[in-house]
T-cell receptor, first 112, second 114 residues
Framework: GNSVTQMEGPVTLSEEAFLTINCTYT??????LFWYVQYPGEGLQLLLK?????DKGSNKGFEATYRKETTSFHLEKGSVQVSDSAVYFC???????????FGKGTHLIIQP | DVKVTQSSRYLVKRTGEKVFLECVQD?????MFWYRQDPGLGLRLIYF???????EKGDIPEGYSVSREKKERFSLILESASTNQTSMYLC?????????????FGEGSRLTVL
């Protein structure tokens, strides 16, 4: 079956540090890949997505590249801010009516 | 913008009570989903629906049922709430697409069962 594995954290960084959150997946076929973000007390918001191999998703300074050869979709940001503190979820979707398969989430804490 | 609205942000119920969690979306989406979110477990799919009156079990349907009488509304029902159903419940919707598009989520309903 489908599965997503990501580092769980918490990950604590100083402001302006470089961020990488690793995500690897197992799925048959060619899933779409997503990063969602959840700020404290809120629901999930789509951060970025990629629908085919070698696609790069980007938003708000975050980037992730769909790497089929390594089945990975690592999230990166060059300089994090305190406002980036949140829980980040990597997810995949096979298509049709099926929902998303999520990783367990990574709690990111950015210190001033 | 797509809006998914969950009727209650916070609920406190007693063991054995029947609980209804309501979700409404305003974008005419065919697909709707209920997830529960627990620390260390991430999000797990309870049920989903791809059309009115249609429903499919997700990964953890035990103890839950759903109702979809109208396209815009998807209800999650706990027939007899138990303490292990204390959790954050998230509703989501998406259009029917051939390629796998994103889900749009509501704000969540935090349920505490005493």
């Amino acid at each position: 079956g489908n599965s997503v594995t990501q580092m769980e954290g918490p990950v604590t960084l100083s402001e302006e540090a470089f961020l990488t959150i690793n995500c690897t997946y197992t799925a048959t076929g060619y899933p779409s890949l997503f990063w969602y973000v959840q700020y404290p007390g809120e629901g999930l918001q789509l951060l970025l997505k990629a629908t085919k191999a070698d696609d790069k998703g980007s938003n708000k300074g975050f980037e992730a590249t769909y790497r089929k050869e390594t089945t990975s979709f690592h999230l990166e940001k060059g300089s994090v801010q305190v406002s980036d503190s949140a829980v980040y979820f990597c997810a995949l979707r096979r298509g049709g009516a099926d929902g998303l398969t999520f990783g367990k989430g990574t709690h990111l804490i950015i210190q001033p | 913008d797509v809006k998914v609205t969950q009727s209650s942000r916070y609920l406190v119920k007693r063991t054995g009570e029947k609980v209804f969690l309501e979700c409404v979306q305003d974008m005419d989406h065919e697909n709707m989903f209920w997830y529960r979110q627990d620390p260390g477990l991430g999000l797990r799919l309870i049920y989903f629906s791809y059309d009115v009156k249609m429903k499919e079990k997700g990964d953890i349907p035990e103890g839950y049922s759903v109702s979809r009488e109208k396209k815009e509304r998807f209800s999650l029902i706990l027939e007899s709430a138990s303490t292990n159903q204390t959790s954050m419940y998230l509703c989501a919707s998406s259009p029917p697409v051939l390629t796998a598009g994103e889900l749009f989520f509501g704000e969540g309903s935090r349920l505490t069962v005493l």
